[in-house]
Structure formats: C-alpha cells, structure tokens
C-alpha cells in the first residue's frame, strides 16, 4: 500500500517561492509517475507536473518556466517549486501518484497541503 | 490544452436512483479516461481508469462506458455513500486535463 505524506509552507507573499515535499511510502519509485496536481475554486482541478523514477520531467506548460519537480531516492521524497508566486497560486496542492499499467490514473494522492499567497 | 467538459454540473437525485455523468474531450483520447469521485476536505479518489476498469474496492455500481470523445460514468442504484462530486481527466496528452466536475446532491 503506497502512502504520500507532504509538507510545506502554507502561507506564503508574492513573488516567494513555493516549496512542497512529499514523502513516499510503500514502493519503489520505478513504475510510477510522481505528480504534483492543485486545486481552486476558479480553476478547478489543475494537472502541474510529474517526474519519473529515471528524473525525466513533464511540466504543465502554463506553468513551465515557474515550475521545477525533482526527486530525492536516498530519501523517498520529491518535491515542488514554484517561484514568483501570486494570488493565481492559490489552492490546496496535492502529491499523488499514478502508473501506466492503469492509462495514468492517479490511486495514490497525499493529503493535501492549502497553499495561500497573499500581497 | 485537451478541454473536458462535463455535464451536468450538479444534479439532484434520491437514493436507488440510477445516474449518468458524461464527460466529452476536445481532441480524440481513445480510452486514457479516468473518473473521481471527492468529497469535502479529502483528495479525488479514483473510481475507474482507462475508460471501463474498476479501481480495486470500489463498488460495482459504479461502471464507465466510452470511447475516443465521449464517455459516461454510471452509478446504479446510488446509495447515501455517493453523493459527492464527480470527476474526469484525460491522462493521454500533456497537460493532463480534468473537468469542471458534477456535484451530485441528495433530492
């Protein structure tokens, strides 16, 4: 049974850094994508990026050039940063995993962390 | 970006009743189609990928049916435990999509 615990900032002021971890529990990170998803009420849920086991990355690229997701094997954790950060980033952010064995979608999630940018 | 759009955006229905949700995407994404179904303050928990297969330990009440552009999440007989909202996403191209949801509320 995989299990993602997070944790990070949760208030945070323009143009800061968002910084997001992940803990994996349960599994190894070969055969998974390990994504990072968010969600507010006027954009719904929003798909921000995934990393593999071998690091390669896909970003959302309304995203792209704010986002890094990177991985830390020796301590089964990835992360999320965002920077420049404004009032648009706020939501409640999610890690969660998924694997093509089920066409991507995504069984595993973390617990949700509400990220809030204020001026 | 692949839009999904799903309809209704909310519905009303009663116990035992039968339930249909579609979702339609922008571009053809044969069967990478997945269904959650969340409730307040908890993550999506997923109710069916590529189209038509049941996550393990969710009820067999809930069924997907579609192909390319078009699908449909059915609940039959929905029980107290349902209501809830309803997701789709698209996991066939980048970026992954999601739709705006279908709030299912008890009538």
């Known amino acids: 049974q995989v299990q993602l615990q997070q944790w990070g900032a949760g208030l945070l002021k323009d143009s800061e850094t968002l910084s997001l971890t992940c803990g994996v529990d349960g599994t190894p990170f070969r055969g998974y994508h390990w994504i990072w998803i968010r969600q507010s009420p006027e954009k719904g849920l929003e798909w921000i990026g995934e990393i593999d086991h071998d690091e390669s990355t896909n970003y959302n690229p309304s995203l792209k050039s704010r986002v890094t997701i990177s991985l830390d094997t020796s301590k089964n954790e990835f992360s999320l940063r965002l920077i420049s950060v404004t009032a648009g980033d706020t939501a409640v952010y999610y890690c969660a995993s998924a694997t093509w064995i089920k066409r991507g979608g995504v069984d595993y999630w973390g617990q949700g962390t509400p990220v809030t940018v204020s001026s | 970006d692949i839009q999904m759009t799903q309809s209704p955006s909310s519905l009303s229905a009663s116990v035992g009743d039968k339930v249909n949700i579609t979702c339609r995407s922008s571009q053809t994404i044969t069967v990478y189609l997945n269904w959650y179904q969340q409730k307040p303050g908890k993550a999506p928990k997923l109710l069916i990928f590529?189209?038509?297969t049941l996550e393990s330990g969710v009820p067999s009440r809930f069924s997907g049916t579609g192909s390319a552009t078009d699908f449909t999440l059915t609940i039959d007989s929905l029980q107290p435990d349902d209501f809830a909202t309803y997701y789709c996403q698209q996991s066939y191209f980048v970026p992954q999509t999601f739709g705006q949801g279908t709030r299912v509320e008890i009538k």
């Open positions: 590529a189209t038509s």
